[in-house]
């Protein structure tokens, strides 16, 4: 395999890796908005640049991270073999001479790799590293004065790269925003589904009607928050509108990517997920909504860079093909209520707007 061949290869690890990443940060409550706020200057990043590539953020840093995991996991079987059979002979003698002697290869074993795993991430945290200890260059840098600056500074400089502040704030605040645009709509619906059927069901077609305009705007004022960094952009809906006017058919690829593809998580809300297992529908969502934050930053960054408004027949064209694909989502997501486990609660988790995982299974 060539060089380039190695370079895609270690690309497609990083991706997988964030992946799971932003999944398991998604189930954890607080650190939540962290996967949100990612999400959010996706979509920013590609709206401002103006090139999809834009959107594909901190894949070496994750490609970094699974590397040194995966690596650690098969650094760790020999230990876990030796661990093994010191178990095992402690059950056939308790406190035997061969127990005492598999202790102390577990103790040996355990020091060597515990340096291993430093030493490798000490070199860069490749993979490559874990495979093969390179003892000769270990006493080589044992000679070196600046060894331990050179650590100390590798792993702040590759902190301060995650962002990570700077995410939870963005995150942060694009969750308070759409929480403030899905407050009434979804709770006119919650408020309905409490009430008899002919009354709820009258109460439920306001509360229908407002949350197909809010899905109409809210996707493309979170990239305009994104790619402007200001929260009250989040309310700009004119500002909006005259992007849609120069850009209406990407509007339209961009609503529909993002509406089909946040429609998975809800068929998986039928049961409850075990708490240990949260993250796998998670995984799903996060791999299915990342490309439509991608096309949603390209749709606004197209806006953005246009100063005419397209031909009117494909203005009206998409705002007439935009109708039944919000239409069709608003009332996807109203009927979930009757089959998912948290009944009218699960309106409350709106995986395409807020964090991309199933709140009351946290």
Not at 46 to 58: D, M, N, S, T
Request: proline share 6%; net charge positive; hydrophobic share 55%.
């Amino acid at each position: 395999m060539g060089q380039g061949g190695v370079r895609g290869m270690r690309w497609l690890f990083g991706m997988l890796t964030l992946m799971v990443g932003l999944a398991v940060l998604s189930v954890i409550p607080g650190l939540n908005v962290l996967s949100l706020g990612y999400l959010l200057e996706v979509s920013g990043r590609v709206a401002r640049v103006g090139k999809l590539r834009a959107g594909f953020i901190g894949i070496q840093k994750a490609a970094t991270l699974g590397s040194i995991v995966l690596g650690t996991w098969l650094v760790l079987w020999p230990v876990r073999l030796a661990a093994g059979f010191w178990e095992d002979a402690e059950v056939i003698v308790p406190g035997g001479d061969s127990a005492r002697n598999w202790r102390l290869v577990v103790g040996m074993i355990s020091a060597l790799t515990l340096w291993h795993i430093a030493w490798a991430g000490v070199r860069g945290g490749k993979l490559r590293h874990f495979l093969w200890p390179a003892p000769v260059k270990f006493f080589r840098w044992l000679s070196r004065p600046d060894k331990y600056v050179t650590i100390r500074n590798g792993v702040l400089e590759y902190v301060a790269g995650l962002r990570l502040p700077y995410y939870f704030w963005l995150g942060l605040r694009g969750f308070a925003g759409a929480v403030a645009w899905l407050l009434v709509p979804v709770s006119i619906l919650m408020l309905a589904a409490k009430l008899p059927a002919a009354p709820g069901l009258l109460l439920s077609l306001p509360g229908m009607f407002l949350m197909f305009l809010v899905v109409l705007h809210l996707p493309f004022l979170q990239a305009h928050f994104a790619c402007t960094n200001r929260f009250k952009s989040l309310f700009e809906v004119r500002e909006v509108r005259r992007m849609f006017q120069r850009a209406p058919i990407a509007w339209w690829t961009a609503l529909l990517a993002t509406l089909l593809f946040a429609l998975p998580l809800y068929i998986l809300k039928v049961e409850l997920t075990p708490r240990d297992l949260a993250w796998l529908p998670s995984l799903l969502f996060v791999a299915f909504i990342f490309p439509a934050r991608v096309l949603t930053g390209w749709a606004v960054g197209r806006a953005i860079r246009r100063e005419e408004p397209r031909h009117w027949f494909f203005r009206w064209l998409s705002r007439f093909a935009i109708l039944p694909v919000a239409g069709f989502y608003v009332l996807f997501v109203y009927l979930t209520q009757f089959y998912a486990w948290s009944g009218s609660l699960s309106l409350l988790e709106q995986h395409a707007f807020l964090v991309p995982a199933p709140l009351f299974g946290l």
